[in-house]
């Protein structure tokens, strides 16, 4: 069983270019979430998505950033116009959906790691 | 709002020695608590969670902790540290339905 996939695994961009990373979640699962874990931090919620609905994006900067999770395909975290403070790792994290209304586990990717230049 | 806070940023034992990683949370809810461990350049790994049944939680590789509620704590325990358990070890609490609010860290480093 594939875990949930991540890539580019390491990314390059220049101050104003934009940086796309990709996450493919667990099969069966059909909720993703976006954390970023700065130098020296733990990771920091950014937002939840099911397919084709953001559930949560109170952790998302309020310009520049984006996220999607289309009906077929990999979610997608948008950066436009990137700039140094950017420069982190990207965790993306997938769970299966829940009846019961306990939270499941999430399992993460390897992440994206995002260097701004 | 949820939170976590993870005393030391670095802990310190010798190969076979007990690891206690320590962990604090504030909830206005019941909480439902997890350990995750990270190795360098990888995701997060679960170790174990807490789901409001039983207070000692057992994960894998011998891991265990308990949920205190008295003491707002869920530490993290292994009798006998291992040098592959060098690593970075992460407390998160859920924030609403899904969203995990994570701690600082811990960094274990093992000595022979």
């Known amino acids: 069983n594939a875990g949930v996939m991540q890539n580019p695994r390491h990314l390059v961009r220049r101050r104003g270019q934009e940086a796309r990373l990709r996450c493919s979640p667990m099969?069966?699962?059909?909720?993703v979430y976006w954390y970023r874990q700065l130098p020296e931090e733990g990771l920091k919620f950014m937002v939840y998505?099911?397919?084709?609905?953001?559930?949560?994006e109170s952790g998302m900067p309020k310009e520049r950033f984006s996220a999607e999770f289309p009906k077929e395909g990999p979610s997608i975290l948008r950066i436009q116009q990137v700039v140094r403070g950017d420069s982190a790792a990207y965790f993306c994290?997938?769970?299966?959906?829940?009846?019961?209304?306990?939270?499941?586990?999430?399992?993460f990717g390897p992440g994206t790691r995002l260097t701004v230049t | 709002a949820q939170s976590v806070t993870q005393l030391g940023s670095h802990v310190s034992v010798s190969e076979g020695a007990l690891v206690l990683l320590r962990c604090n949370y504030s909830?206005?809810?019941?909480?439902?608590l997890f350990w995750y461990v990270q190795y360098p350049n990888q995701g997060l790994q679960l170790l174990l969670k807490y789901t409001s049944a039983a207070t000692l939680v057992k994960g894998i590789n011998d891991f265990e902790a308990e949920f205190k509620k008295s003491e707002t704590s869920f530490h993290l325990t292994k009798p006998s540290a291992h040098m592959s358990d060098a690593a970075e070890y992460f407390c998160a609490v859920s924030a609403g339905f899904q969203k995990l609010v994570f701690g600082t860290g811990t960094r274990l480093l093992v000595s022979p």
């Open positions: 909830s206005s809810v019941p909480p439902y």
């Open positions: 994290a997938s769970s299966p959906a829940g009846t019961s209304g306990r939270p499941y586990e999430q399992y």
């Open positions: 998505l099911q397919k084709e609905n953001i559930i949560d």
């Open positions: 099969k069966g699962h059909s909720h």
